[in-house]
């Protein structure tokens, strides 16, 4: 090789060496502007928009997770770690399932009380789901449960008064005279019954319900919801009427009888 190919060779070189150092430069200038709109995050959220932005630094993100996950041992210490031991986060499914199981045990615990203990919703929630109630998942649950709670005791409250402004309407009742007993009664039948709680009902095994005497308090109980709130509306006094139910059986749908399991007071 003659001097000239040998300096034709040395150019090469020094001109690829500037080139990679060129990518190198344009590549920290790349990385120190994505650090400097990190840093202008004020909050979670901007975290989070900022990221949503950066798909690369997201999936790398998640498979660092994922890659300390599988380092954790089962006991939960991170495996090797110097530091503090770092507990495992226990992974949680919900299956479609455990929100059906939820659905017809939120149904058939309205039957028993209107207004259940907080233990007999965590207790309720830690047998269907099978998780700690510390969790931020069991929390969800909870709070999911007392809306649907909520919205049956709206509901039913709202059925009661309709039921009576439409008794006084068809007996022309113009006085404030309350019923007697026997013509609640007579009123408040059975079929009446399965109206008011058509949609709970739906929960339990109504045949199994009647057999074993439930229904007939059942009955009982929307007579006297509907003689406490003759006059209006009176929330304590329904409230009360738990007292009449709390102790009842209430047979599921499923069979799975979550509910009588549960103290609700």
């Known amino acids: 090789m003659d001097e000239r190919e040998r300096g034709r060779g ?4 020094e001109g690829n060496e500037e080139e990679r150092g060129r990518e190198e430069e344009g590549g920290k200038e790349d990385e120190d502007e994505e650090v400097a709109q990190f840093k202008k995050c ?11 932005k950066k798909p690369e630094i997201l999936n790398l993100a998640c498979q660092m997770l994922e890659s300390q996950s599988r380092s954790v041992e089962s006991a939960g210490a991170t495996v090797g770690s110097a530091g503090p031991v770092v507990p495992a986060r226990p ?17 058939c615990l309205f039957l028993r009380a209107r207004n259940p203990s907080g233990q007999a919703l965590d207790d309720l ?8 109630i510390y969790t931020n998942e069991a929390k969800g649950l909870l709070e999911k449960t007392r809306k649907a709670l909520a919205d049956f005791r709206n509901k039913f409250n709202g059925q009661v008064l309709a039921q009576i402004k439409e008794y006084k309407e068809v007996r022309n009742e113009t006085t ?7 013509e609640i009664k007579e009123y408040i039948t059975e079929e009446v019954t399965e109206k008011f709680l058509g949609r709970q009902l739906g929960g339990a095994n109504l045949s199994e319900l009647k057999n074993i005497g439930s229904f007939e308090v ?5 007579r006297e919801s509907f003689r406490v709130s003759w006059n209006g509306k009176n929330l304590e006094a329904v409230k009360l009427l738990d007292s009449m139910t709390k102790d009842l059986l209430i047979p599921s749908r499923s069979g799975s009888n979550i509910v009588n399991l549960l103290n609700v007071s």
């Open 125 to 132: 929630i830690i047998k269907i789901f099978n998780i700690q």
């Open 176 to 182: 404030r005279r309350e019923p007697s007993q026997k």
């Open 218 to 222: 059942l009955v009982n109980f929307i």
């Open 91 to 107: 992974v949680i499914s919900i299956s479609d399932d455990n929100i059906r199981l939820w659905d017809e045990s939120v149904k």
């Open 10 to 13: 040395r150019e090469e070189e």
């Open 42 to 52: 004020a909050n979670v959220l901007d975290i989070c928009n900022w990221l949503v």
